[in-house]
C-alpha cells in the first residue's frame, strides 16, 4: 500500500471509528454512508428526533481516541445478500437495507444511485453479487468493501470539523440526517498546520471580508444568489471588467450588447435547452404568448449577430465581446456568497473564425490569459478539457480529435503547465480550462477558451471562402474572468482584501488632525486635486481621535492614508502612511501632495503591485 493508499485507508476507518463511537453513545443511531473526501472522512447519521450539536463534538472524540487506544483489529467477513439483509433488519438499519435490496434487485455492482464504494461487494464488474463484505473493530460491525488499516490504532491525527445536513440518496422529500465531518492526517503537525489554514480560510473567506470592507451583500427581499453590490465594491467590479476590455480590444475584439431575455427556441436551435433546460429561469409573455428564458449564456445570441449578414473568409476573424449578466436556478443548497450565485455576469467572447485561424486566434488567447493573469499576481496551471467515451457530447467523433490534437499542440507551443482530463469538455467542444488554488489549495476554474465545431453548423453560419464556396466557421468561447462573481469570491481571499492600488476601492483617505476650518479647507482642496486626477480618494474630518481615524482607514485596507494638520498646511508636504504589503523600504517619504497625487496616478495606469513611493 503506497502512501496515498494509507491514507485513503486510515481516513476511512476514521469514518468506522467515529460511527462505532456514536453508536456507542447513542446506540438507536441509524447509518447511512461514510465515505473518505479531500483531507478526511464523513459519515451520515440519523438519530431521529435527538440531533448532534458542535458542543458534543468532544464528547464524540473521547470515544474515538478510547477506541484508537485500543488498538482493535480491523476484521474482514463475509455474509451472503440475504445473510447481509438479515443482520441490517436486526441491527435496526434501515438506510443499510435499502442498498442492500437495491443491490440485490440489481444483481450487479454497477448499479446506478448505490455508492458502491460504501457496500462490501464480493463481486467485480458486472458479475453476479455472491455475497458482501463486513469489517469489525471491537464490538462495532459495518457493511463495507474496505480498504482498512490494520488496525485502530494506525489511524493518525483526527479532529471533527462540523456537521452539516444531508438527505438520503438526493431524495429532498424525506427528513434530512446528519452528514458529521472530520479532518485526519499522518500527523500531528500536518493536522494542525491544515486546522491553521483552515481558520486563516475563514478570517479571509470573500463572505466575510465583504461585509467587513463593504463591497457586496445579499438581501433576503431581493433573493438567495442575487448579490448586491455597493459603490465599494462595484469598483472593484468596474475595474477589473475595463482591464478585461481593454486586453481584448487590443486584439481585436468588439463591444456588442444582446437583451437579457430570449425564447425558448434560440436553445433548442443550440442544443443547450434538451440538456440543461431544467436548470434555467423562464418566462412567459402576456402578449405573444411566447416560452423565454433568462438569458442563461450568450453564445446563441452572437450567433445570431454574426448570422445578419453576409460573411466572406476575408471578414474572419470576426471577435465579438460582452460583459453581461446571465442567470440560472442554481439550487439553493449549492449557493456560496459570491462563488456560485444565480446572476452571474461574464467577461464574455466569441471568436468566428477558419480551421486555419483556430491556432493563432488561441495563441493569442492565451498570452492574453497570461498577462491578466500576472496582473493580478495569480499562478495558473491549464487543464486541457476532453470528451470521454460518454453519449454526452454533440458533433463529429473526427473534428473532436481535431480540435483536442490542436489544443494540446498550442499547450506545448505556448510553454503552459497542462493536464488533459477526460470527461471534462463542454458538450459542443474541448477546452482550456485556466485553473489557480484558492486560500485552501482547492484547484478552482478561471480563464476559459472553448472550442466549438457544433453551435455553428446547428445555426446554418456560413461564410464564403477563397474558393466561392459555402463553409462553417469555426467557434471560439472565451471568457478571461468567467464569472466576475466567482472572480471575486476568488480575487478577494488571494489578496485577504488588500487590492492593490489600481483595483482599490478607496485609493486615498485624508485623515484631518482637527475640526478647524482651514484643516477642513484644506483637506477639501486636496480631495479635489485628487477627483481632478480621477483618484478615488475621501476625507475623514469626523470629531474622533487622530489614531481612531487611522485605525479606521487600516481597517478598510485603504493603500494610502494622508495625515492632515498645521504642519501639511504650512509646507504643502505630506508623509503618506503606506499600507505595510505595498512598501519597498522602510523609510517615510515626504512629498509634494502634486507629486505624491501623480506617483498614485501612476501607479493606477500601470496597474502596479507595489508602491513607487
Avoid at 452571474?344 to 473564425?353: E, K, V
Avoid at 461564410?463 to 466576475?484: C, N, Q, R, W
Amino acid at each position: 500500500m503506497d502512501k496515498d493508499q494509507h491514507i485513503q485507508a486510515m481516513r476511512h476507518s476514521l469514518a468506522h471509528i467515529m460511527a462505532a463511537a456514536v453508536v456507542k453513545l447513542w446506540p438507536e443511531a441509524k447509518l447511512g454512508v461514510g465515505p473518505v473526501v479531500d483531507n478526511g472522512f464523513y459519515y451520515d447519521i440519523d438519530l431521529g428526533d435527538d440531533k448532534l450539536s458542535e458542543d458534543q463534538f468532544p464528547l464524540i472524540e473521547k470515544e474515538m481516541s478510547e477506541i484508537i487506544k485500543q488498538d482493535q483489529e480491523f476484521n474482514i467477513f463475509y455474509k451472503t445478500i440475504d445473510e447481509a439483509l438479515e443482520w441490517a433488519k436486526q441491527s435496526n438499519q434501515s438506510y443499510k437495507t435499502e442498498l442492500l435490496n437495491d443491490l440485490k434487485r440489481s444483481g450487479t455492482t454497477d448499479t446506478k444511485d448505490i455508492d458502491i464504494n460504501e457496500l462490501g461487494v464480493a463481486a467485480e464488474g458486472n458479475a453476479k453479487i455472491d455475497r458482501v463484505s463486513f469489517y469489525q473493530n471491537g464490538d462495532f460491525i459495518d457493511l463495507c468493501r474496505g480498504p482498512h488499516v490494520k488496525s485502530t490504532g494506525k489511524v493518525g491525527a483526527f479532529k471533527l470539523t462540523k456537521i452539516a445536513g444531508a438527505y438520503w440518496r438526493g431524495q429532498e422529500t424525506i427528513p434530512q440526517m446528519q452528514r458529521l465531518y472530520g479532518v485526519a492526517f499522518n500527523t500531528d503537525k500536518e493536522l494542525d498546520n491544515f486546522l491553521n489554514q483552515q481558520q486563516d480560510a475563514k478570517n479571509y473567506d470573500h463572505r466575510k471580508l465583504g461585509q467587513e470592507l463593504d463591497l457586496f451583500l445579499l438581501s433576503p427581499l431581493v433573493g438567495s444568489g442575487l448579490p448586491l453590490f455597493t459603490p465599494r465594491g462595484t469598483v472593484l467590479r468596474n475595474e477589473l471588467n475595463k482591464y478585461s476590455q481593454a486586453l481584448r480590444r487590443k486584439v481585436g475584439y468588439n463591444d456588442v450588447w444582446t437583451p437579457h431575455i430570449a425564447k425558448r427556441e434560440l436553445y433548442e436551435v443550440s442544443g443547450h435547452w434538451s440538456k440543461f433546460g431544467d436548470e434555467w429561469l423562464t418566462v412567459k409573455s402576456k402578449e405573444s404568448h411566447d416560452d423565454l428564458v433568462m438569458k442563461p449564456m450568450n453564445c446563441p445570441h452572437h450567433q445570431q449577430i454574426y448570422a445578419s449578414r453576409s460573411r466572406s473568409y476575408r471578414d474572419l476573424p470576426i471577435k465579438y465581446m460582452e460583459t453581461t449578466t446571465d442567470y440560472r436556478d442554481e439550487k439553493a443548497g449549492e449557493l456560496l456568497g459570491l462563488a456560485r450565485v444565480r446572476s452571474l455576469t461574464q467577461d464574455d467572447s466569441h471568436i468566428f473564425c477558419t480551421p486555419d485561424q483556430i491556432e493563432d486566434c488561441l495563441k493569442q488567447i492565451i498570452e492574453v490569459v497570461k498577462e491578466f493573469y500576472k496582473t493580478m499576481g495569480m499562478d495558473l496551471k491549464a487543464r486541457l478539457s476532453f470528451k470521454d467515451e460518454s453519449d454526452n457530447y454533440l458533433g463529429d467523433v473526427k473534428l473532436w480529435e481535431n480540435a483536442e490534437g490542436i489544443l494540446k499542440k498550442i499547450a506545448e507551443d505556448s510553454k503552459i503547465d497542462y493536464f488533459v482530463a477526460k470527461g471534462e469538455a463542454a458538450f459542443y467542444g474541448p477546452k482550456i480550462d485556466f485553473m489557480t488554488k484558492d486560500v485552501l489549495g482547492r484547484e478552482l476554474q478561471l480563464a476559459t477558451p472553448q472550442l466549438d465545431f457544433v453551435q455553428p453548423k446547428r445555426f446554418g453560419l456560413k461564410y464564403t471562402d477563397e474558393d466561392g464556396s459555402e463553409k462553417t466557421p469555426v467557434m471560439i468561447h472565451f471568457a478571461l474572468m468567467g464569472s466576475i462573481e466567482r472572480f471575486l469570491s476568488t480575487y478577494i481571499e488571494h489578496t485577504k482584501g488588500k487590492f492593490p492600488v489600481w483595483v482599490a476601492p478607496e485609493q486615498v483617505r485624508i485623515v484631518t488632525v482637527n475640526q478647524e476650518p482651514n484643516t477642513i479647507q484644506f483637506a477639501n482642496s486636496m480631495l479635489t486635486k485628487a477627483f481632478d486626477l480621477n483618484l478615488r480618494a475621501t476625507v475623514d474630518n469626523s470629531n474622533q481621535s487622530i489614531g481612531k481615524k487611522i485605525r479606521e482607514s487600516e481597517m478598510y485596507k485603504v493603500p494610502y492614508t494622508l495625515v492632515v494638520g498645521e504642519k501639511e498646511i504650512e509646507s504643502s508636504n505630506i508623509i503618506p502612511r503606506i499600507r505595510e504589503d505595498l512598501k519597498t523600504n522602510e523609510k517615510d517619504t515626504k512629498l509634494s501632495i502634486e507629486k505624491f497625487f501623480m506617483a498614485i496616478v501612476q501607479e493606477s495606469e500601470n496597474r502596479t503591485s507595489k508602491t513607487s513611493l
